[in-house]
């Protein structure tokens, strides 16, 4: 959320704090969002939804959201690089890529409101690969602290290791209301499904 937006836009008005309350009509265009039909970073969102209020609210959800949406990027972290710019006032992404756009030097708000999924970031091994001593090499240094404390501290992400601290200017998930119950698999599963609905949106 832009700060400076917000004052111009809606003084000193409490910040929203949940999904729900996006849907106000004082909103309109002032909402920055990708398309979850192609983008990952607004399919985590809809999927933790649907997980948590259904696939049909969910998506009754997203026919009222849509009229304050201003665009529908395809690029996950353009939201709120536009509303850095003060091209509107909210923009719905990852933490990570709000805080380390806040520490760029933008008047940056973030808000987890309940029901937020979220994404880890993976490393494996491909099976009969071309080096697979190597591979495993590599797969032993990345479950050691260093490299963890190297990616966190310039993506402001949370390590699943708790032996990795929370870099300085992050958030630790655990103080939000995040959907702690948010289940990957399941989302990977429903997105054809999903996405498929939400393409018919208008």
């Not at 949940?18 to 979850?36: A, C, V, W, Y």
């Not at 192609?38 to 049909?56: F, I, K």
């Not at 993976?122 to 697979?132: D, E």
């Not at 993506?155 to 119950?181: C, L, M, Q, R």
């Amino acid at each position: 959320m832009n700060e400076n937006r917000w004052k111009e836009k809606f003084g000193d008005a409490p910040y929203p704090q949940s999904f729900k309350e996006l849907t106000d009509p004082k909103f309109k265009g002032e909402i920055g969002m990708s398309d979850p039909a192609t983008s990952g970073t607004a399919y985590t969102a809809v999927a933790s939804l649907a997980q948590v209020w259904g696939d049909d609210e969910m998506l009754n959800y997203m026919k009222e959201l849509l009229p304050n949406l201003k665009e529908r990027p395809k690029s996950g972290i353009e939201p709120i690089q536009k509303a850095a710019k003060g091209e509107y006032t909210i923009g719905i992404t990852f933490l990570g890529d709000q805080l380390k756009i806040k520490y760029q030097g933008n008047p940056i708000t973030s808000i987890v409101p309940e029901a937020a999924g979220y994404e880890v970031g993976a490393l494996s091994i491909v099976k009969n690969g071309p080096n697979t001593e190597a591979a495993k090499k590599l797969m032993d240094y990345m479950l050691t602290n260093e490299p963890g404390e190297i990616y966190t501290q310039s993506a402001y992400a949370v390590s699943v290791k708790a032996s990795v601290p929370i870099p300085e200017g992050g958030i630790d998930i655990k103080s939000t209301n995040y959907n702690s119950s948010y289940d990957l698999l399941k989302a990977a599963e429903q997105r054809k499904e999903l996405q498929s609905a939400l393409k018919d949106l208008k």
